[in-house]
């Protein structure tokens, strides 16, 4: 007798068993991770945990109507996107409605309140030239100090500066600013004649010709029009109040000298007239939050700039160090309001800047985040903010929890109906699905920041037909074969190749959809894509590496291997075949002469 050959179904028929090792122990270094980095549970999105859901319009500036288009409106969808993410926001949602509003969805987390400073901050950076300074409204009462004359704030000061003659610069301060030394106000006639000779004093590029010649009578008479006009809003602009603030250095473009509010270290509002713009927030290479532990300025944001920046830097820094204060600062602007005033005594040649402002961490890092990622092309007003609170989305959850279990629940109960035992390999296929992609789920959220959210739920639980169906698809290759007369332990090798082919087909196009719906979707709608598309994945890997093997496995035991009636692999309640079996017919006696005792 000649033994069969040991082909590759009789090898993968023998050893099961390192299929489910290999993902036991997969099974196990999972959990041990989610255990490990301390995150047990999936994070949750804005519908779940609560947060915040802001609408922002755009508005356009004077005469640029035009410039709210699709380009502009992607782009700052991009920026934004990119400066929340940079927070270590995750699941924050920006998309555009219509077609001048961005709406924007932040989860309720750590710096969720920092994103929602900086998603609608245009971050239009420049440095320009102190001209005049002095303290505003109900803070210019009382005796000034030297940084109240001097117009320089503590915010920010150069390392550069010589403080053996701060006395002396607030002195110079108080005849070039208009200030008296022994009043906090001043008339309108002195702060008047102060600005006008500050703008005169204008060390910026614009305030002379590009020859460098003095200005024709023409263009003396509209510049003295336009110094009496900055000199009339400086004059009324009072920074204690928020509307003011608002409304001061509107419309004045990047060449032209305007008017501006800034706080200095003890969190009063100074006001300012300043030149025209020397450097542009564009020319910023790159910006970081740095804590300083050589001065007492704790996180600063440093900034290095551009070949370009840095010529223009080193020019106007040169200049200006040849004044007096408060003409020897330039002020760092961000969005009309003076961020830093820093003074200057030499030139600074490197291509690097530092500001410094009392900053906490969370704030150097948003500054810093908004000065990397650029500037946004549109000025939006915020016309609307939600407060989604977490009690809701929890409701919301244990809907989808409860549906979720009923739809699991009448799978399990048609297993058991209709397959019976083999009902326990699917059901513990089921178990095993789940938990691979509850920890995964868990583990995606410190890595990638994934968030579970509604749709994602619903995707879960899509997953559970897309899972059962497979199990479905193998049984009942399992069962044609035994109805064609097969016992069970070559039923279950022979159906395999076949059920695995429709198994890959069937979830491929199940991947394939989830894929497309991620990338031509935004918002939550990427949630159910990316749930269903993992799903879908961790079926294959249950099919192959558990469902298979472990009905190798229980193809071995009596129970099913006998038949018996409550395994869902009897024979005779298929409708099985009797087996093939060869009949001999009997072989004729060979030509001859016939025996006489038989005849």
Known sequence: MVAPKKGKNASAQSKPGRSLALILIAIVALTGGMFASGHTTPRLGIDLAGGTSITLRAVPEAGQESAINKTNMDTAVDIMNRRVNGLGVSEAEVQTQGDRNIIVNIPKGTNSAEARKQVGTTAKLYFRPVLATELSGANATGTPSASETGGASDKATDKATDKATDGDKATDGDKASGTPSDSASASATSQGRAASDALKADPSPSATSSDGASPSPSASASGDDATAKLQQQYAALDCTDKNARAKAGDGAKPGEQTVACGQNSQGQWQKYILGAAAVDGTEVDEAEAVYNTQTAAGWTVTMKFTDKGSKKFADITGKLAQNQSPQNQFAIVLDNEVVSDPYVSQALTGGNAEI???????????????????????????????????????????????????????????????????????????????????????????????????????????????????????FERVRDEIREGRTLRPAVERAWPRARRTILVSDFVSFLAAAVLFVVTVGKVQGFAFTLGLTTLLDVVVVFLFTKPLLTLMARRKFFSSGHKWSGLDPKALGAKPPLRRTRRPSRPAAGPVDPKEA
């Open 356 to 474: 410094s402002g009392n900053f906490d961490q969370e704030e150097a890092q948003g500054l810093a985040n908004v000065l990397s990622y650029g500037a946004l092309p549109l000025t939006f007003k915020e016309d609307s903010v939600t407060t989604v609170t977490a009690a809701l989305g929890g409701e919301q959850l244990h809907a989808g929890l409860i549906a979720g279990a009923i739809g699991l629940a009448l799978v399990v109960l048609y297993l058991l109906f209709y397959y019976r035992g083999l009902s326990f390999i699917a059901v513990c296929s089921l178990l095993v699905s789940a938990g691979l992609t509850y920890v995964i789920m868990a583990l995606l959220g410190p890595t990638i920041g994934f968030a579970l959210n509604l749709p994602a739920v619903c995707g879960a639980i899509v997953a559970i037909g897309i899972t059962a169906d497979s199990f479905i698809v193998y």
